[in-house]
């Protein structure tokens, strides 16, 4: 008779194949790393609001995590993927479109986890300046996306004169294959820059905004 699997392997084998740390997802479900170790070693059994969080980042019921029976998935909908997407310094961010991105995406210390729809170069950056207030504030988390084509109005991250920037994208016209385009901050202290007269290069177009509360 095939020995059963048992909640600790269901748990380690699901984290695995979504390519989570034990550090990622601790974080995600808001404990801590041992936790997840303990969980995976069958030290102890994740419960309650616990329990709820880790099937839903393992993407799968608590009543398979628990005794292996029923289906794996939620039956109401298939769960979205989740994206390990990389948070860089904007002084990092400078070097994303270049052959860097891959050394920078292995050599990150932290990650926003996401369930939208993102390229394999989403990057993420911690806003340092008073450039987008008041909708934008120094501290917030912003995720952005290079596969994302701006339209008008859209908050991107660009490079201007190979600085990493937060700023809102205007189309000016079409010349041949090259796009005219400007970049506005929402703070009236900051200048517009125009790609006639700066080196701009848009870098990716926002998803996510995380705000976090302080203390």
């Known amino acids: 008779m095939m020995k059963k699997e048992s909640s600790g392997e269901r748990i380690r084998t699901r984290r695995k194949a979504l390519q989570l740390t034990q550090q990622a997802l601790a974080k995600s479900i808001g404990v801590s790393h041992v936790a997840v170790s303990q969980w995976e070693k069958e030290e102890t059994v994740p419960r309650g609001e616990n329990l ?42 400078s070097a994303w479109l270049s052959e860097e991105r891959l050394l920078l995406k292995q050599q990150a210390a932290h990650f926003l986890y996401s369930e939208s729809q993102l390229g394999d170069g989403a990057l993420a950056v911690t806003i340092d300046d008073q450039a987008m207030q008041p ?81």
């Open 135 to 215: 909708d934008y504030r120094p501290g917030d988390k912003v995720i952005f996306d290079p596969d994302v084509q701006p339209q008008p109005g859209d908050v991107v991250l660009a490079l201007v004169d190979g600085v990493a920037r937060v700023r809102i994208y205007r189309l000016q016209t079409q010349q041949q294959d090259e796009q005219i385009f400007t970049l506005r901050a929402l703070n009236d202290d900051f200048p517009q820059l125009h790609s006639a007269e700066s080196a701009l290069e848009i870098i990716g177009t926002l998803m996510e905004l995380r705000r976090y509360r302080s203390g």
């Open 52 to 93: 709820l969080r880790l099937a839903q980042w393992l993407q799968c019921t608590a009543a398979w995590i628990i005794d292996g029976d029923g289906e794996v998935f939620a039956t109401h909908a298939k769960a979205a993927p989740v994206a390990a997407v990389p948070l860089i310094s904007l002084a990092q961010a």
